[in-house]
């Protein structure tokens, strides 16, 4: 120790001084309007175009078609580097990019998404019974 005067007028300084950290996770944060979290999906928007999938640089996200309007998806928030890439990428603005950062989990299988589309609503008949073609 060379100057030991200059780190005790260095220590009694900051004493007086407000923290610059925050007391997370006591104290909730804020994150900013543009920030990029959370991948949220529409499956009512996707019309399975799949650019997503293909702009994706860490091949995150695996969007699968079951039948006509009936898409699901699937995304690795372990392989995700969360670069919204996906979000500026779909016409239909199905992928949203949410403020959700606190995503620590015990195993990878916690941190894969899945969207399921909703079931399809069965055909109505008529109370009279099926109509009939003459």
């Known amino acids: 120790m060379k100057r030991p005067g200059k780190m005790i007028r260095q220590v009694l300084s900051s004493a007086f001084r407000k923290p610059a950290t925050v007391r997370y996770p006591h104290v909730k944060v804020q ?4 920030f990029r979290g ?6 009512g928007k996707c019309i399975c175009c799949k650019l997503c999938m ?3 640089p860490t091949a995150a996200i695996t969007i699968i078609k079951r039948d006509d309007k009936q898409i699901d998806a699937e995304i690795d928030l372990s ?5 919204a890439q996906c979000v500026d990428s779909c016409p239909k603005d ?3 990019a ?3 950062f606190e995503l620590a989990a015990l195993s990878r299988q916690k941190l894969k998404a899945v969207f399921h589309a909703p079931p399809a609503k069965p055909q109505e008949t008529p109370p009279n019974g099926p109509e009939k073609k003459p």
């Open 38 to 43: 959370k991948l949220k999906f529409d499956p």
């Open 31 to 34: 994150m900013p309007e543009n």
């Open 54 to 56: 293909h702009d994706c």
């Open 98 to 100: 949410t403020r959700e």
């Open 79 to 83: 392989r995700c580097i969360y670069c």
């Open 94 to 96: 199905a992928l949203e």
